[in-house]
């Protein structure tokens, strides 16, 4: 027999663990080049305005400044870019370029940039430009920036809505006249932001003796990035590295193009040498990407026994005063109002998307984009209809859930549907919380005083974005990866692949995928990602598709090396290669599992001695592999979380018990970094939930712009989360895998409203808005 072991589906602990607990953590700020030089802005104090006059002499003669750039001497550098996409039809944004030229459109609007010896001084240059706006109105709220004669957010837009759009099925208004029930809600979802752990961070090294521009950026999408650096400043791509080293965090935030950063590009190709920008804290809170910020009215048609007839939602999403690029600001709402409903049996649908400019920083995506929200509403109604009903909530959901036996499946939105889980899911949850037990102690806390509420939500995450998810619209982004495999002389194995590592584990996932198909244990398999030049062209990891389409990827290249293995194996062993295997580090016998030959010995003779090869063989020990998806357009996921929660009525704080998920990801790579992601996306789910939210007052200033103001879940917070799974993987794919980075995120916020209602119910009062904090509690009870 062939001594095997089957990595993939085993538990691993991630490769790069050890290191970065050691301290041997390589970021963007950790490196220091020659002759480096470091920038700092002045921003904008006010968020609409026109920059009357700025003065920046006695900046440029303070100590250690080496360059003060202003729009007038570093705009002409860059191609200005815009954030729209041609398949979102009638879409507008205004042109943006580095540095404001004119006017000024959020608090933190970067108007100058000093580069200097040392952040400090120039941070104190900073304070020497003489600055002059005259204020303007701002638009600050989405609703009033509708109304007409108001100001524009900015120049370039004919109007302050970006981007409308309807989803209709023809039956949907017959749908809302012939039910028995109609549930309705208004909605409210406050903004939110990353605060990962590694803020923001470049440095741009252009070297005008060779025309090389090398860029260190902490980006989860360096080929993105090459593309925009190489068309935006006229370089040619070749000429243009990109190196993501480790990555602390992204969360989708460090997908976008930032002024600061395409500034630290421009200023480099200008000195012809390093120039550094790292984002401090309070840069981060007024220039990184914010999320959410919806608000949300909707209904949902029910028949006499519960039976989700149709959904009626109306989505207004607040952007801020461009369209990110090149991703845009509009992919969040379309989601929305493309996920509402997308676990239940529903066939009729009304959704429409309003996206609105407003003078504050750009919203954009965000881990699970678009599903925290058409999770909360879809669940909210649910939650309602049951309660009208007098249903269960786990009973109204048994009657409505897609069965799983129903696939192929097209939902009222259009979605396709491969096949999901969502009745076993149901059932296994009800088991795992012991359902009957809590409701029965509930009952008995409630007699004392003590309110306790569950909450379950079904949610359907989208993963592994097929080819023309960003392609149709016209962005440069690819939807395919690539992974260059090699057996090295000594008989260990390399993988260079396109997907990035930015603490997920990629790295190691990747390792236990290609181990399996040579032979080896994971630890003989070393992973390169992040580098333009060191790996093949590819999406990276965006959107839960760095297992899905990056580990696909890999094991098909790998099955090339591994037949290239063979077919040298044979000839040396003059064998067939068709009764030849790999196993610990060897080609075997198939039937016997005998040892013929080491890896290490075949890497020998290919590399140094194949002039004993038979003529004609090919000793190349190397495979490329390109994939992109070709089946459905997404392959999606789907799960149930449950939350249980105790209110304090006479303070309004919340308790969080214990939370739940049962999730299907299809194929499970690795079930420790599969949790671990999921544990990891509760807590970003419930972040802004009960906490997060960026506060602005009526001028459009971030109030709450600390992290003494700004709240984040901590440890003690947070509960314990209990996870199981089902997999029904994809066919799409030899792997099977999908994605599950989003999946915590997409129903943990949908989950604990629901938990916090039901504590709620008994008292006459509901909460519809997040951060569901103290004081909002307090005042859907009444008391204040």
């Not at 190691?508 to 181990?515: G, P």
Request: hydrophobic share 40%.
């Amino acid at each position: 027999m062939i001594p095997s072991k089957n990595h993939i589906g085993q538990s691993h602990r991630r490769k790069n663990a050890f290191r970065h607990l050691a301290g041997r953590g390589r970021f963007v700020t950790d490196l220091a080049l020659p002759r480096m030089v470091h920038a700092a802005f002045v921003r904008s104090p006010m968020a609409k305005g026109n920059i009357v006059e700025l003065d920046v002499s006695e900046a440029a003669a303070a100590s250690g400044v080496v360059r003060v750039f202003t729009a007038e001497t570093l705009n002409h550098t860059c191609v200005p870019w815009t954030g729209t996409l041609d398949h979102f039809a009638g879409m507008q944004s205004g042109a943006q370029n580095m540095l404001a030229s004119n006017e000024v459109l959020w608090v933190g609007h970067p108007v100058v940039m000093i580069l200097a010896h040392s952040r400090a001084e120039a941070e104190d240059a900073c304070e020497l430009v003489m600055l002059d706006i005259e204020d303007e109105d701002a638009v600050v709220d989405g609703d009033a920036a509708l109304v007409k004669g108001t100001p524009l957010a900015a120049e370039g837009i004919n109007s302050n809505m970006c981007f409308q759009t309807v989803l209709e099925t023809p039956d949907l208004d017959d749908a809302f006249t012939r039910s028995a029930h109609v549930v309705e809600g208004k909605f409210t979802f406050g903004r939110h932001t990353a605060v990962t752990l590694e803020p923001r961070a470049i440095i741009a090294d252009f070297d005008p003796s060779t025309g090389q521009l090398d860029v260190h950026h902490g980006t989860q999408t360096p080929y993105q990035f090459q593309d925009v650096y190489a068309r935006h400043f006229g370089l040619s791509e070749g000429r243009v590295r990109v190196i993501a080293p480790d990555i602390g965090g992204s969360f989708g935030m460090k997908l976008h193009v930032y002024h600061e950063e395409m500034a630290a590009v421009a200023a480099s190709l200008m000195l012809g040498r390093p120039v550094r920008f790292v984002a401090d804290r309070l840069e981060s809170f007024v220039s990184d990407i914010h999320a959410r910020d919806h608000r949300v009215t909707a209904r949902m048609a029910l028949d006499a026994e519960g039976g989700i007839l149709a959904m009626d939602v109306d989505d207004m999403t607040q952007i801020g005063a461009f369209s990110s690029y090149p991703r845009t600001s509009v992919a969040e709402g379309n989601q929305v109002i493309r996920l509402m409903g997308a676990p239940y049996q529903m066939p009729d649908y009304r959704g429409r998307l309003s996206v609105v400019f407003q003078n504050k920083v750009q919203t954009s995506q965000y881990r699970a984009v678009g599903h925290p929200i058409a999770c909360a509403v879809t669940e909210a109604l649910v939650d309602r209809a049951a309660e009208l009903l007098d249903l269960d909530p786990f009973e109204i959901r048994r009657r409505n859930l897609l069965a799983d036996d129903a696939y192929p499946h097209i939902s009222a939105t259009g979605y396709q549907f491969e096949k999901l889980s969502h009745q076993a899911s149901l059932e296994k949850l009800h088991q795992m919380i012991g359902y009957e037990a809590l409701r029965a102690e509930q009952i008995a806390l409630r007699k004392q005083g003590i309110y306790r509420g569950i909450g379950i939500a079904p949610f359907v995450e989208i993963t592994n974005p097929g080819a023309a998810f960003y392609g149709i619209g016209g962005a440069r982004i690819s939807a395919q990866d690539g992974a260059v495999i090699r057996l090295t002389p000594a008989g260990d194995v390399h993988c260079a692949i396109s997907v990035t590592e930015q603490g997920q584990g990629t790295e190691t996932i990747i390792a236990q995928i290609v181990a399996d198909q040579l032979g080896v244990t994971p630890d003989q398999v070393k992973v390169t990602t992040g580098d333009t030049d060191n790996t093949p062209s590819g999406g990276a990891t965006w959107a839960c598709r760095g297992a899905g389409i990056g580990g696909e990827t890999a094991l098909r290249a790998g099955r090339k090396l591994q037949a290239q293995i063979l077919t040298l194996a044979g000839e040396i062993l003059q064998a067939d290669p068709m009764h030849l295997a790999l196993a610990s580090g060897a080609v075997v016998d198939k039937t016997t599992g005998q040892e013929r030959i080491t890896l290490a010995e075949i890497g020998r003779i290919a590399t140094y001695r194949p002039d004993t090869l038979p003529k004609g063989s090919d000793n190349s020990l190397t495979a490329a592999q390109h994939f992109a998806p070709s089946g459905y357009p997404f392959d999606f996921t789907n799960g149930i979380q449950a939350s249980h929660v105790e209110v304090d009525i006479e303070t309004g704080v919340t308790r969080l018990l214990k939370h739940w998920v049962v999730e299907d990801c299809g194929r499970i790579i690795n079930p420790l970094l599969v949790d671990e992601q999921i544990r990891g996306g509760v807590v970003q789910g419930l972040g802004p939930a009960f906490f997060e939210e960026c506060l602005y007052d009526d001028m459009g200033q971030m109030t709450n712009a600390s992290l003494v103001d700004y709240l984040v879940p901590m440890a003690g917070e947070m509960p314990d989360i209990e996870i199981a799974h089902i997999e029904t993987p994809t066919l799409d794919t030899i792997l099977g895998a999908k994605g599950v980075g989003e999946a915590g995120t997409a129903a943990a916020g949908a989950a604990a409203m629901n938990a916090v209602n039901d504590a709620l119910r008994p008292l006459g009062a509901r909460i519809s808005q997040t951060p569901m904090t103290p004081l909002r509690i307090l005042t859907a009870l009444g008391h204040v």
